[in-house]
């Protein structure tokens, strides 16, 4: 199982980013699939979850209204668009993959983990 995430970068306040995260080793269908963040200083905190399966999404409040979600099977793939950015958003984003029987936003739920891509959301 491996996951690779991408698209994170350097954005003013108020702009767009579209992470993606490229699964290989296993059918997204049986996973949940999670965005997590972490900031200098602070604990990983999650953002978003999507059961790939039937396509419920889940976000932490902090987002909700602003990122969305979103898996593309045939490419195996899930993209997680963030509008609307804020300097506190900035962080190293990580996907991260589980087989929950609920989908919940807590890292500790999630078995397999790509490396992360910085996120700087500054003017």
């Known amino acids: 199982v491996q996951l690779q995430a991408s698209g994170g970068g350097l954005v003013q306040p108020g702009g767009t980013l579209r992470l993606s995260c490229a699964a290989s080793g296993f059918t997204l269908g049986d996973y949940v699939i999670g965005w997590f963040r972490q900031a200098p200083g602070k604990e990983r905190e999650g953002v978003s979850c999507i059961r790939s399966g039937d396509g419920a999404a889940y976000y932490a409040h902090f987002v909700k209204g602003r990122f969305t979600i979103s898996s593309d099977k045939s490419k195996n793939t899930v993209y997680l668009q963030m509008d609307s950015l804020k300097p506190e958003d900035t962080g190293v984003y990580y996907c991260?993959?589980?087989?929950?029987?609920?989908?919940?936003?807590?890292?500790?739920?999630?078995?397999?983990w790509g490396q992360g891509t910085q996120v700087t959301v500054s003017s």
């Open positions: 991260a993959a589980g087989q929950l029987p609920v989908a919940v936003i807590l890292p500790e739920f999630y078995n397999y």
